[in-house]
């Protein structure tokens, strides 16, 4: 088990720069994510963690040691790839066993490390068949375990419920959290999918363009976006954002009104808040602001309503048991105190 | 139901056609290897009256034919042995490991065997002469290597490259170093690539006329086609003993297509590579 610290890395690919200035420190026995749009860099940080690419800048510690310069054999780290990339000419056995056997070790001890996992992830009936004749979350099992079966020091995970179907996924997806619990393991885990990491994440990175915006637990960067990307980003479905202009500052109070135009760098200002944060009431009162009902979504659980608000569309999240129709005047309300400010230039956070 | 009877005759007539246009002069060397001396000159008969072997016989007898043969699969082996084993390992490096140049590299290896032979024939008659390799096996094993290993690059670079990057990358994590994970990985999948690139090299080896006629002398590395076209003598043309040779060393050649085309196909149906 290994802690892992970036400094200060670069990743460029000809002219193209992918990664810059991450910082990041990995604790022992935690699982990371690291999450973004396609194409943010995400599967570069791990190839680099991996040594599967050399960094252009920066240096990678496992445990305080410097290892930029070590081979991947020589890092002692497993990764469970999208594709699965299980070895088709070999069964799942010698699938299994292959990382222990590059390794040298007694044929008594990969006969018994490999039943041991393959026990621990229910593969023990289809040892003998090839990749090719398994299914979706068999394969997927039988890539976890051969990154498990060798106790590494670090699992590397690239998207790797992203090719199962939906109910898997969610299946999968509680399972690596029970896996990440029983092996106390250090895992870095790369998804797309905000979803994926607010749920499996102890804490979470996000990434665009080759930087980390925010980096924390799920939560803390649920309530505290640190930036418009961050917001928009997590979170389904997503943020409402709102520019304040002379209609949007009715809605909020002296006060606050006065604390944002004292922290505002710029002209405009953007109004945040989270769909789940806007109450919906049929009665027409005075207090909040009045919007018409354009689509009722009802989840079961809870209704998703669809806003028209002057020229605005706003996203509510209400109770279930909250009965209106499409075409309906209600009034909305939201808590200032639950809403968030964002610079309208540079999107970074007001306070 | 007459359309479709008309496009099934079109298409049987089509392929007979094409397998009679094909066999024809396989199928009449074989009549010509059969019939005796006095039949071989004249029409009629179209087939054998007196069907004999004698010509079989008289190319084993008259001749070293048995060491020619011997000369040109040794040759045609070696050949095949050194362009798949250096070509895989080359095709390897281009596919997989990163360096500047490759396109230049790969487009200079076709270029290379774009040369017309001949034109390059004499100075490397010279460059086999000072090497002392004369009317040896290496002077063809090399020549021929030259010339197949640019295909052999192109056929394998293509096959390893199909096999997905992160098998690669996974081998890599697994404990295998670049080169472990050529051997344990990217070769075995590339198995149709190799049985492919080793029957095309053979034949071409087995086949190959101008270098062989150039660089040998005697039968000590004689090979087939220079054995054969030296049949003729000054006054006769042995018709039958040519067809009874050419039939004879085609064989070898058959029987090899056939067991690789197997493992060809084996490998195809696997289908395993994609998830």
Known sequence: MAEVRLERIEKRFGATEVLSGIDLTIGDGELFTLVGPSGCGKSTLLHLIAGLEEPSGGEIYFNGKPVSHLAPKERDVAMVFQSYALYPHMSV??????????????PEEIDREVRR????????????????????GQRQRVALGRAIVRRPKAFLLDEPLSNLDAQ??????????????????????????QAEAMTLSDRMAVLQHGKIQ???????????????????????PP??????????????????LKQVQAAARSDQVILGVRPEDLQVVRAMRAAGFEARVSLVEPMGSETWLDLVWGEERLRARVAADVTVQAGEQVTVRFDEQKAHFFDGETGARLF | MIRAFLTRSGLVFLLAATALFCLGPVLWQLVTSLKPEPELTRLPPILPVHPTLTHYAAIFSGHPFFRIILNSFIVAATTTGLSLGIGSLAAFALARLGFGGK???????????????????????????????????WALVVTHTTFALPLTLWILTSFFREVPGELYRAAQLDGCTPLGAFR????????????????LVFIFSWNEFLFALTFTTTEASRTVPVGIALFPGLHEVPYGELAAASLVVTVPIILLVLFFQRRIVEGLTAGAVKG
């Open chain 1, 168 to 193: 898997l996924r969610i299946e999968t997806r509680a399972e690596l959290k029970r896996l990440h619990q029983r092996l106390g393991a250090t895992m870095i885990y790369v998804t797309h999918d």
């Open chain 1, 239 to 256: 943020i409402n954002l709102l520019t304040l202009g002379e209609m949007g500052a009715n809605l909020l109070s002296g006060g606050m």
């Open chain 1, 214 to 236: 925010q980096c924390g637990a799920p939560l803390e960067i649920y309530h505290r976006p640190a930036n418009l990307f961050v917001a928009r980003f997590i979170g389904s």
């Open chain 2, 103 to 137: 396109r230049i590299l790969l487009g200079v290896a076709l270029a290379i065997s774009m040369f017309p032979p001949i034109s390059i024939v004499s100075p490397l008659y010279l460059v086999i002469r000072a090497l002392g390799l004369r009317d040896t096996w």
């Open chain 1, 93 to 106: 056995c010698e699938n299994l066993a292959f990382p222990l056997r590059m390794r040298k070790q007694p």
């Open chain 1, 117 to 136: 996992v393959a026990e621990m992830l229910g593969l023990a009936e289809v040892m003998a068949r090839k990749p090719s004749e398994l299914s979706g």
């Open chain 2, 184 to 199: 344990r990985v990217l070769l075995p999948l590339a198995t149709p690539g190799l049985a492919a690139a080793a029957i």
